[in-house]
């Protein structure tokens, strides 16, 4: 058990870092970063079937839609799904 000043100091920091940290985003930003979030996923989970040509990629918000052109271009069913889902996303 910590004593009551660290406590009470970790609380204090621990409060300070969580009203420094909020930020709000617009409605296009969560989606992108949501998109960006999904294209990295979808990168790594269909790496053998639709990107092997490529060597290591970093999935920025600019090369997403090429994430949803090479799984509709080289994938299966699911990899077309995935892609519907990261180009709603960015239609919007």
Known sequence: MLPKSI????S???????????????PEQARLMVAVRLA???YR?????CFWPFSDQIITPDRVPWVAEQLRRNG???AWQRAARIQSLLCR
């Open 7 to 10: 406590r009470s100091y970790m």
């Open 12 to 26: 204090a920091i621990g409060r300070k870092g969580g009203l420094k940290s909020r930020r709000t985003l617009s």
């Open 40 to 42: 990295r996923q979808a």
């Open 45 to 49: 989970d269909f790496r053998v079937h």
């Open 76 to 78: 299966n069913r699911r």
